[in-house]
């Protein structure tokens, strides 16, 4: 059996020792059953067995409050959530298929261990869901995940990726799997990124990009605008995209907050990562990239 990296979990004080507050990053200190912010006096508790470590915009969506923007953002999470409980009822060959793509484990480990390389430390998962990640990481990191809606023993944070509850400059490398296009905010997910990383530390990012017809296709928030864009964006994906575009128009909801163009995701990734390589797999209607980015430090910083 393969040795898996040491996980922090819950109860962990290693773990305590890297949390800050989601919401001004001061550090937190454990009293009982809770966590006390020491600088805003803000009181965090455990949800599910999970320190939850939200943001007020997210608790607020989750309870059914906020503003547009974070209601799509539950919606979408509540679609994942009903499309895993699918996956879990039927239990076959063919959902556990789908569930676990074998070739996608073998790029995003290939993909970490480039992004971790020679060093140890800690990797973050942002938006790590049930934290199955971890099996993919070298053994010589720890491992955290972080995720919304956390299941399983690897996310052990239940927090948004936009306010992540991390010390800065704790991590050496950030994963951040099939989560991107779930961010209300990918601007402030990516600054966080790059404030948990310490100097030198990496980005390991796995995103589906879309053309842009495919982009307004599957965003629209109605389905005939769906339908109706997915026939505009037909002709540009040849013909088994072009039936995938379709069928899923029509049957499904919008999967995701945002769809992003190559050109789009690689401007926002690229304020505060160097691209160090990307290697892309083309699909039916989109295409994985792995991206590789090195946090740039703060005399390098692009000025927008
Ligand atoms: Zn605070």
Known sequence: MLARPEMLTSGDESLLSILACPLCKGVLARSHDRLRCSACARDFTRERGYWSLLSDDARAALEGRGDTAWTRWREALEGLEAWRARVDRAGSASASAAKRDGSDDDRTRALIERAVGERAG??????????????????????VGIDPMPRGDGAVLRAISEAIPLRDRCAQAVLCHAAFDYFVDPSAALLEMHRVLAPGGALAMVVSVVSAPVAHARGASTRVERVLGALRAAKSVGTKGATQLIGEAIVGERA???????????ALVGVRFDIVDVREVAQPASTILYIHGAKRTQRKLKVL
């Open 256 to 266: 995701h907050v945002r769809y992003y163009t190559r050109a789009q995701l690689m």
């Open 122 to 143: 800690l990797l973050v998962d942002v938006g790590a869901k049930d934290g199955r990640m971890r099996s993919l990481a070298p053994t010589k990191c720890d491992y």
